[in-house]
């Protein structure tokens, strides 16, 4: 069974800085694509970024230029770097295999970003 633990939200001023991991288990991680989404209250999830086995990146217009998806296959982990943060940015931050745009499994428990001054 697939597992996500995300972990490194947290509550940071406008203009700040977070750096989310997300350590995968269950699965053969290197050979999957693996996305970053995202739910703020009352909206849907969307997607913010993905990152595919060979490495290659997609990101949502919102965040283009702002935030950074990568992978580590030795610790089966996805990181999404995320600068000169908004309030906008708001919201449960979650990761899941991909398959082009779509998850694959079910959902973590996410870790929560809250912008704020």
């Known amino acids: 069974q697939v597992q996500f633990v995300e972990s490194g939200g947290g509550l940071v001023q406008p203009g700040g800085s977070l750096r989310l991991s997300c350590a995968t288990s269950?699965?053969?991680?290197?050979?999957?694509?693996m996305g970053w989404f995202r739910q703020a209250p009352g909206a849907q999830r969307e997607l913010v970024a993905t990152?595919?086995?060979?490495?290659?990146?997609n990101y949502a217009d919102s965040v283009k230029g702002r935030f950074t998806i990568s992978r580590d296959n030795a610790k089966n982990t996805v990181y999404l770097q995320m600068n000169s943060l908004k309030p906008e940015d708001t919201a449960v931050y979650y990761c899941?295999?991909?398959?082009?745009?779509?998850?694959?499994?079910?959902w973590g428990r996410g870790t929560q970003v809250t912008v704020s001054s």
């Open positions: 899941n295999l991909v398959g082009g745009l779509r998850p694959l499994s079910s």
């Open positions: 990152i595919t086995s060979g490495a290659s990146t």
């Open positions: 269950g699965v053969i991680f290197r050979i999957y694509g």
